[in-house]
Nanobody, 116 residues
């Protein structure tokens, strides 16, 4: 399966963006999707994701500003990002973990740049 992330761009501090991630095909097996990001010179980190129980978790740095959502029927994932800060600047990746095969699929990433 291929994941296609989109919606990134160059914005100013305080602006909003909505990222989308679309799967190339529907995965019937139980899967868990999440958003990660990687800033220059830093390790990739979890931004927001779903848990195996269907809940959500967020990095402390984005709580209250970012909201993850999904369209399970389409294996689509979204990330609403509000009140963006320069430290949110990174390449954002979506990831799908297919539990049955313990396989991880990554999107190609979409660049988010927040200017001060």
């Amino acid at each position: 399966v291929q994941l296609q992330a989109s919606g990134g761009g160059l914005v100013q501090t305080g602006d909003s963006l909505r990222l989308s991630c679309a799967a190339s095909r529907i995965i019937a097996s139980h899967n868990i999707m999440a958003w990660y990001r990687q800033a220059p010179g830093k390790q990739r980190e979890l931004v927001a994701g779903y848990t195996s129980a269907g809940g959500t978790n967020y990095a402390d740095s984005v709580k209250g500003r970012f909201t993850i959502s999904r369209d399970s029927a389409k294996n689509a994932l979204f990330l609403q990002m509000n009140s963006l800060k320069p430290e949110d600047t990174a390449v954002y990746y979506c990831k799908m973990w297919v539990l049955a095969t313990n396989s991880n699929y990554w999107g190609q990433g979409t660049q988010v740049t927040v200017s001060s």
